[in-house]
């Protein structure tokens, strides 16, 4: 008897053949694959055994066919030659962003090197990110597969950005930041073709990374979400199933405050398979924060990095940059009333702790609610550890 996960890879390939003829303007081509796609995961759903994975199933059955009804329907879609037949011959979409308002294409500046401590998460970072582009070989080799996206979660201001570029310089990739608030648009179908020129950006750079911050605004879980936002998902669902990253050349990051906010489909083997946990600096890392937000500001001899590195443990790095700003604020605040200029000192620093305490604890107290309330303790154990 075929089963749930065979149907659903047949069902993948004939999608994501199905997106390269539409690319390639073979709209009638490209309708018949999605057709094929739609039944596979149709029959899928109808065999599945677990609750989530038959209505995955089911939904993305319905995505595909719509797609398919899409390219039979559009008046643009009916040219081969792929020239639009809309009226007015006008060249703009405006149902759709463009490249520049989605995306942020860059090659970072910032690696591992620059981030002090935290090196357990920056060796789960190389074997799931890093490693499947530098040694694809020895992945292929093993059977290992690569190219599964990655979840980095955790506390605001703890540096899962930052992470993630650092990522994106140790493999040589172009970084490409999705500004996930410009994917959803008050058009039909736009939002989703906003998703799928994302991943078509990615695949025509030679080495990318596509980082999706703040996921959880467009992808937050079906059951609680309107119909535009559950298309969203479904586009999403689809265009990771398809990427092959030995043809693509891609990978896929994302980052959330909310885990547990995020679509269930989404962090299933295959897409968000990976999740590593961000948590607030530690010692060294907080000391090397210090170091990086008082380089270029006048630092009193008696300024101890690595004791006030100690004594700010449980704060987040960008709790650290404000402390650090509010310090220098005292001697500025002074020489502006006509004292004396001088420099940071360390009562500065002592004056500006009294008054401020982690801001990360709420987020704890939050967080460990809601993960219980999800009933997935054990998938999100760095937060409720």
């Known amino acids: 008897m075929t ?14 053949a199905a997106r390269t003829l539409e690319d390639e303007n073979k709209y009638e081509r490209a309708r018949e694959l999605y057709l094929k796609a739609a039944k596979l995961y149709n029959e899928a759903s109808k065999i599945a055994t677990d609750k989530t994975d038959k209505n995955t ?25 792929g020239i639009s037949s809309g009226s ?39 074997k799931a990110i890093i490693y499947p582009f530098t040694h694809k070989d020895l992945y ?21 950005t930052m992470m993630a570029k650092a990522a994106a310089k140790e493999c040589g990739a172009d970084f490409i930041s999705v500004k ?3 994917i959803v648009s008050k058009w039909v179908g736009a939002s989703e073709k906003n998703v799928k020129q994302v991943f078509e950006t990615a695949r025509q750079c030679e080495k990318s990374i596509i980082f999706f911050d703040e996921i959880d605004s467009i992808a937050g879980r079906r059951s609680e979400s309107e119909d535009y ?27 959330t405050n909310e885990p547990w906010a995020i679509d269930p489909a989404l962090r299933r ?26 380089k270029g500001r006048p630092i009193s001899d008696d300024v101890d990095v690595n004791r006030l590195a100690g004594i700010t443990e449980s704060y987040s790095g960008a709790d650290i940059s404000a402390i650090c700003k509010e310090a220098a604020d005292i001697p500025l605040g002074e020489a502006l009333r006509g004292g004396e200029a001088r420099k940071i000192a360390m009562k500065d620093f002592v004056t500006v702790l009294q008054g401020r305490k982690p801001s990360i604890l709420s987020w704890y107290v939050e967080a460990r609610a809601e993960v219980r309330k999800s ?10 550890g």
């Open 3 to 16: 089963s749930t996960s065979s149907l659903a890879a047949q069902a993948r390939g004939y999608a994501k």
């Open 57 to 81: 199933q089911r939904d993305l059955a319905e995505h595909l066919l719509a797609k398919a009804q899409s390219l039979k329907s559009s008046g643009a879609h009916d040219s081969v030659s």
């Open 88 to 126: 007015g011959g006008s060249d703009s979409d405006e149902s759709s962003l463009s490249k520049d308002d989605l995306i942020l294409k860059q090659i970072p500046n910032i690696g591992f090197d620059d981030i002090g401590g935290l090196e357990s998460v920056k060796e789960d970072i190389r």
């Open 140 to 160: 292929k080799m093993y059977g290992q597969k690569a190219g599964e996206g990655i979840l980095l979660y955790g506390p605001p201001g703890c540096g899962k």
């Open 180 to 182: 996930t608030s410009s």
């Open 229 to 255: 936002a559950k298309r969203v998902v479904n586009e999403l669902l689809a265009q990771m199933d398809g990427v092959d990253t030995a043809d693509d050349n891609l990978l896929i990051l994302a980052a």
């Open 269 to 294: 083997p295959g897409r968000f398979s990976k999740l590593v946990f961000i948590p607030e600096p530690d010692l060294d890392a907080r000391a090397a924060i210090f170091k990086l937000n008082l």
């Open 375 to 384: 009933g997935e303790e054990a998938v999100f154990e760095g937060i409720m």
